[in-house]
Every structure is written in structure tokens, then in C-alpha cells.
């Protein structure tokens, strides 16, 4: 309640631009004095000062406080969860861009990926994570990396399941073990299923994880729910002045979103082993006036991919070129020129030089 009354008097002092408490009255004061205390620590200027300060200083000082630390709320909030439930989709609703690719198949995002949530009052930087695996490749490894890291840094984790996970196979609550930061279940794809279904799964997860914030059934892709989530996430943000720069969505340079464009039509257009053995690296980028010219190199493990890869008279390869350059133009909103060249890197996979020169680090 106290600090409910908080914002709303940080919000009506923003409405007014000076933030003075001499001029509120003694009531207000009360009420904000304890908050602050309480709650609201995180703000620089309460960081260093922390609790009983005498009335006239703590009156001075927040006179003199910066009001971006005071009033903007800012935090990571990191999504993690198996393959395939919607991570990547979830993030995209959240943001309204399609940063990350998605596909049918497990294992399409192998990078942690921010999507930045700019208002005005608020930044969420999100991270679409890796679904969770047991590591095969030293590729799995890098990725298992980018998901702790993402641990790590959250101010609030999603995790997310879909309507159809067991709890006795999930892998993901051992990682979280030791974590702090509130943890939002959400139980995704509930489109596929009905009420009494949906009704049973939220019972269940109650009783076995107690320690959750909060469990929130949604339909990413349907963008159903999608708004509690937010809403949800945006009340535990930490005070904080924005992290990144309010124009920005993303933390990857425009490069990133070509290789993984063309990787998703590898991944749509393949079966089989083909888009696991698959990697795209852009060797060239350049912006001419209304155009934008791109040579990616895709690398393959064995020459029978190479073949497969391009297809009878080279069929294949045009059709992910064709497919990969229309979502290239839409996302860049620019005419683009694409070339695609087919190398064969053997077990690039396992390979760590391999992988640090693709992108992929810290095993
Ligand atoms: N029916 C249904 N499918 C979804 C929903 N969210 C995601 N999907 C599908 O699930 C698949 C995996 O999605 P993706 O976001 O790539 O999952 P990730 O591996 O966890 O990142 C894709 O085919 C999505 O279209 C949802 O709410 N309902
Ligand atoms: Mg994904």
C-alpha cells in the first residue's frame, strides 16, 4: 500500500516537473519518508545515503535528487525454459519486433538475443535465451553459456513452460536453485488446450514451487495474456535509470539480424541434420543510398550437405535466398541485393576457433 502511494506521488510530481518536498504537506511526507525507506533503496541517491536521515537533510537532499533516478524503473528480464516453448515468439509479442527467428524446430536460437521494451517511464531489456539441453556439441556448450549468463544478470526471470511439460522433466529448476530475483512461471500455448486442463496445470505447479512470484497461463503467439505478463513485470522492476539509449531495441548490430534471417529459412526449408550443421556468416554489408548489398557465406560440416544445401541446379539454395531476401527487405525496410556463397567447415561444431570466429564464446 505505502508504496503504491508512492508512485502515485512520484507520478503526480512528475505531472507538476519539481519533485519539492517543502511544499508537500506533512501527510505526503509521511507517507513517502517510509516508502523510501522501505522500498525504494535501489534509486543512486538512496544507494549511498541508506536509511535515517535526519528530516531536514533527507528534505534538502531530495530537493536537489535527480529525477530520472527516481522516477524511471528499468531492469533485465531474462526468458528461459526447454526448446521450442515459445521463448522466442514471447519476446518478439513483448517487444513488437520480430528480432528473434522462430521456427517448428528445436534449437533455432543459439545466441542470447536483447529485446529492448522502451516507455517513458521504463526500460525492460529482455533476453530470448537458448532452450535449455544437455550439451553434445562445444556449440551447446556456448549456448548453455548465454543462458546462465542471462541468469546471472536478471532482475526478473521468466520462466517459461508450455501447456504440455512434465514437471519431472524439466531441467530448468535446478538452475534456478539459487536464484534471488523473482521468478514469473508462465504456462504458454494454452490455445491448444481448455480450462479445466489449464486450471489443473496452474495446481500443479503451485503445490510443487512455491517460491514463484507469480504463474501466468498466456498464448504467446495468439498474444493472449501477453499484457499481464508485462504489467506484472513492469511492478518488480528495480528503480534505474535506462541502461541502454530509448531508441534502441536490441543490443545485436543489424549483421546479427541478416545471418539469422537466412539461418531461419535453413532452418524452414531443411530436414534432418541440415540446419544443425548449418551457419551463417555475413562477409559483407553495405548500405548504398536506397540499397543494401549482402554476401553471407553458409557453412555446412560435410560436402554431402554442401550438395543438399544447394539443391538440383542450385534450386534449393535459391529459394532460401528469395525467402531470406523478402524478410530481409521488410526488416531492414530496404531494397537488398543478397549473395550466398556454400563452404564446407568440418565439425565446426567442436571446433572452439571455429566457433569464437562465428560468434559463439565461453563454453
Ligand atoms: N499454438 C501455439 N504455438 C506457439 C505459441 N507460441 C509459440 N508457438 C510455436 O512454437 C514453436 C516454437 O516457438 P519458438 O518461439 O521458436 O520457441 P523457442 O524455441 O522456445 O524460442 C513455433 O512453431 C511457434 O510458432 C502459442 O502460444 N501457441
Ligand atoms: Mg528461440
Same mark, same amino acid.
Given at each position: 500500500?505505502?508504496?503504491?502511494g508512492?508512485?502515485?506521488?512520484?507520478?503526480?510530481?512528475?505531472?507538476?516537473?519539481?519533485? &519539492?518536498?517543502?511544499?508537500m504537506s506533512?501527510?505526503?511526507?509521511?507517507?513517502?519518508? @517510509?516508502a523510501? #525507506? +522501505?522500498g525504494? =533503496?535501489?534509486?543512486?541517491?538512496?544507494?549511498e545515503?541508506?536509511?535515517?536521515?535526519?528530516?531536514?537533510?533527507?528534505?534538502?537532499?531530495?530537493?536537489?535528487?535527480?529525477?530520472?533516478?527516481?522516477?524511471?524503473?528499468?531492469?533485465?528480464?531474462?526468458?528461459?525454459?526447454?526448446?521450442?516453448?515459445g521463448?522466442?515468439t514471447?519476446?518478439?509479442q513483448?517487444v513488437?519486433?520480430?528480432?528473434?527467428?522462430?521456427?517448428?524446430k528445436a534449437q533455432?536460437?543459439?545466441?542470447?538475443?536483447?529485446?529492448?521494451?522502451?516507455?517513458?517511464?521504463?526500460?525492460i531489456?529482455?533476453?530470448?535465451?537458448?532452450?535449455?539441453?544437455e550439451?553434445?556439441?562445444?556449440?551447446?556448450?556456448?549456448?548453455?553459456?548465454?543462458v546462465?549468463?542471462?541468469?546471472?544478470?536478471a532482475d526478473?526471470?521468466?520462466?517459461?513452460?508450455?501447456?504440455?511439460?512434465k514437471? &519431472?522433466?524439466s531441467p530448468?529448476?535446478?538452475l534456478?536453485?539459487?536464484?534471488?530475483? @523473482?521468478?514469473? #512461471? +508462465?504456462i504458454? =500455448?494454452?490455445?491448444l488446450s481448455?480450462?479445466?486442463?489449464?486450471e489443473?496445470?496452474?495446481?500443479?505447479w503451485e503445490?510443487?514451487?512455491?517460491?514463484?512470484?507469480?504463474?501466468?497461463?498466456l498464448?504467446?503467439?495468439?498474444?493472449?495474456?501477453?499484457?499481464?505478463?508485462?504489467?506484472?513485470?513492469?511492478?518488480?522492476?528495480?528503480?534505474?535509470?535506462?541502461?541502454?539509449?530509448?531508441?534502441?531495441?536490441?543490443?545485436?548490430?543489424a549483421?546479427?539480424?541478416?545471418?539469422?534471417?537466412?539461418?531461419?529459412?535453413?532452418?524452414?526449408?531443411?530436414?534432418?541434420?541440415?540446419?544443425?550443421?548449418?551457419e551463417?556468416?555475413?562477409?559483407?554489408?553495405?548500405?548504398?543510398?536506397?540499397?543494401?548489398?549482402?554476401?553471407?557465406?553458409?557453412?555446412?560440416?560435410?560436402?554431402?550437405?554442401?550438395?543438399i544445401?544447394?539443391?538440383?541446379?542450385?534450386a534449393?539454395?535459391?529459394?532460401v535466398?528469395?525467402?531470406?531476401?523478402?524478410?530481409?527487405?521488410a526488416?531492414?525496410?530496404?531494397?537488398?541485393?543478397?549473395?550466398?556463397?556454400?563452404?564446407?567447415?568440418?565439425?565446426?561444431?567442436?571446433?572452439p576457433?571455429?566457433?569464437?570466429?562465428?560468434?559463439?564464446s565461453?563454453?
Amino acid at each position: 500500500m505505502i508504496i503504491r502511494g508512492l508512485s502515485a506521488l512520484l507520478r503526480s510530481g512528475r505531472r507538476t516537473r519539481t519533485f &519539492d518536498l517543502r511544499v508537500m504537506s506533512p501527510t505526503s511526507y509521511q507517507l513517502l519518508y @517510509p516508502a523510501l #525507506l +522501505l522500498g525504494y =533503496k535501489d534509486a543512486g541517491f538512496f544507494r549511498e545515503k541508506q536509511v535515517s536521515l535526519p528530516k531536514n537533510i533527507f528534505m534538502a537532499e531530495m530537493a536537489d535528487a535527480p529525477q530520472a533516478a527516481l522516477l524511471h524503473k528499468a531492469g533485465f528480464v531474462s526468458i528461459i525454459g526447454k526448446p521450442n516453448v515459445g521463448k522466442s515468439t514471447l519476446m518478439n509479442q513483448m517487444v513488437g519486433e520480430r528480432l528473434s527467428i522462430i521456427t517448428p524446430k528445436a534449437q533455432t536460437t543459439r545466441h542470447r538475443i536483447m529485446g529492448i521494451l522502451n516507455g517513458e517511464d521504463f526500460q525492460i531489456v529482455y533476453s530470448d535465451t537458448p532452450g535449455i539441453i544437455e550439451p553434445k556439441y562445444a556449440l551447446h556448450q556456448s549456448m548453455m553459456h548465454f543462458v546462465r549468463m542471462a541468469l546471472e544478470d536478471a532482475d526478473v526471470l521468466i520462466w517459461l513452460t508450455d501447456i504440455h511439460e512434465k514437471h &519431472d522433466e524439466s531441467p530448468v529448476q535446478a538452475l534456478l536453485q539459487n536464484v534471488r530475483v @523473482p521468478v514469473f #512461471l +508462465l504456462i504458454n =500455448k494454452i490455445d491448444l488446450s481448455n480450462q479445466a486442463e489449464v486450471e489443473a496445470k496452474v495446481a500443479h505447479w503451485e503445490a510443487q514451487l512455491p517460491f514463484l512470484k507469480a504463474i501466468i497461463p498466456l498464448s504467446a503467439r495468439e498474444n493472449f495474456n501477453v499484457d499481464t505478463v508485462l504489467q506484472q513485470i513492469k511492478d518488480c522492476l528495480p528503480e534505474h535509470p535506462p541502461f541502454f539509449s530509448k531508441d534502441e531495441v536490441t543490443d545485436k548490430p543489424a549483421r546479427f539480424f541478416a545471418s539469422e534471417i537466412i539461418r531461419e529459412k535453413i532452418f524452414l526449408n531443411y530436414k534432418q541434420e541440415i540446419p544443425y550443421s548449418s551457419e551463417v556468416v555475413i562477409t559483407a554489408f553495405k548500405e548504398v543510398k536506397d540499397i543494401i548489398r549482402i554476401s553471407a557465406e553458409i557453412m555446412v560440416e560435410r560436402v554431402s550437405q554442401k550438395g543438399i544445401l544447394i539443391g538440383k541446379g542450385g534450386a534449393s539454395l535459391k529459394k532460401v535466398g528469395i525467402e531470406a531476401r523478402q524478410d530481409l527487405e521488410a526488416f531492414f525496410g530496404k531494397q537488398v541485393f543478397l549473395e550466398q556463397f556454400v563452404k564446407v567447415e568440418e565439425r565446426w561444431r567442436n571446433e572452439p576457433k571455429k566457433l569464437k570466429r562465428f560468434g559463439y564464446s565461453g563454453g
